[in-house]
T-cell receptor, first 115, second 115 residues
Framework: AQSVTQLDSQVPVFEEAPVELRCNYS??????LFWYVQYPNQGLQLLLK??????LVKGINGFEAEFNKSQTSFHLRKPSVHISDTAEYFC?????????????FGTGTRLQVTL | DTGVSQDPRHKITKRGQNVTFRCDPI?????LYWYRQTLGQGPEFLTY????????KSRLLSDRFSAERPKGSFSTLEIQRTEQGDSAMYLC?????????????FGPGTRLTVL
């Protein structure tokens, strides 16, 4: 079984400032890692994913994340946020083996960008 | 638009009534997932289908819940004798396969309110 921990439930930040949203996971097998964004009253949109290879992955809207196997982390970063980045961000994992491939999500981090 | 669609977007019902939700996945996707998201939480896996076969069900899916995907295309999720604790957003997702192909695309969700 796997679990995902997002330690920060809310992150307030000023526009154009950098931001990091933290994600740690636990799993007995190798996993794929994902970040999704959810805007109010909408479904989830994939920001980026780590499958294998380079540990630094780039996603949409200027976001990037770095996979750190030793620390079992997959933190999301953006060097300069915009008001439109205000949303809920979810980190998720799925097992590399087996048939299920279901996603296990963290509890989410609310990013609030202000002027 | 060839994304995942869900119907209805909102449903208000009285305790004890039955409700049914529909999900239309992306047309070539053979995998379909249902998740439930309660307020302030990340989505939680309920069940998934590969084509018409229901391959896994979460313990969250009590015997009041049933899901079908009769021809391997659209899916329905029925909740019988609804309870107030069933109030949540029900999300549907689809993917092309498992492992590296398991990028799940989410629909906008059906928000259920049980009075």
């Amino acid at each position: 079984a796997q679990s995902v921990t997002q330690l920060d439930s809310q992150v307030p930040v000023f526009e154009e400032a950098p931001v990091e949203l933290r994600c740690n996971y636990s799993s007995s097998v190798s996993v794929y890692l994902f970040w999704y964004v959810q805007y109010p009253n909408q479904g989830l949109q994939l920001l980026l994913k780590y499958l294998s290879g380079s540990t630094l992955v780039k996603g949409i809207n200027g976001f990037e994340a770095e996979f750190n196997k030793s620390q079992t982390s997959f933190h999301l970063r953006k060097p300069s946020v915009h008001i439109s980045d205000t949303a809920e961000y979810f980190c998720a994992v799925s097992e590399k083996t087996g048939t299920a491939s279901k996603l296990t999500f963290g509890t989410g981090t609310r990013l609030q960008v202000t002027l | 638009d060839t994304g995942v669609s869900q119907d209805p977007r909102h449903k208000i019902t009285k305790r004890g009534q039955n409700v049914t939700f529909r999900c239309d996945p992306i047309s070539e996707h053979n995998r379909l997932y249902w998740y439930r998201q309660t307020l302030g939480q990340g989505p939680e896996f309920l069940t998934y289908f590969q084509n018409e076969a229901q391959l896994e069900k979460s313990r969250l899916l009590s015997d009041r819940f049933s899901a079908e995907r009769p021809k391997g295309s659209f899916s329905t999720l029925e909740i019988q004798r609804t309870e107030q604790g069933d109030s949540a957003m029900y999300l549907c997702a689809s993917s092309l396969g498992s492992g590296r192909l398991n990028e799940q695309f989410f629909g906008p969700g059906t928000r259920l309110t049980v009075l």
